[in-house]
Nanobody, 115 residues
């Protein structure tokens, strides 16, 4: 069983920054592929960023150049640094990992960007 707990969301003005954190427990963290997703009101959950065990990353086009995903294996934590935030980034942000055959999700953290 994997537990994921996000933190760091909040209210910020457009152009501002936030850093989200996700702490994992219950498994060997360093081998996990960790992802961030988000879900805006009335929309489907969408992929934001991923980081594999080697540190290689991938991003959705909508956040490239503004968001950075990183991990600290010693702290069992994955981060999402979000810069130059836009109102359209407003969503609940979820941490995710897959440990076959299961998918694990955190409870989500709300990010609200005001214009």
């Amino acid at each position: 069983q994997v537990q994921l707990v996000e933190s760091g969301g909040g209210l910020v003005q457009a152009g501002g920054s936030l850093r989200l954190s996700c702490v994992a427990s219950g498994t060997i963290f360093s081998s996990l592929v960790m992802d961030w997703y988000r879900q805006a009101p009335g929309k489907q959950r969408e992929f934001v960023a991923t980081i594999i065990s080697s540190g290689m990353t991938n991003y959705a086009d909508s956040v490239k150049g503004r968001f950075t995903v990183s991990r600290d294996n010693a702290k069992r934590t994955v981060y999402l640094q979000m810069n130059t935030l836009k109102p359209e980034d407003t969503a609940v942000y979820y941490c995710h990992c897959r440990k076959v055959p299961y998918d694990y999700w955190g409870q989500g953290t709300q990010v609200t960007v005001s214009s």
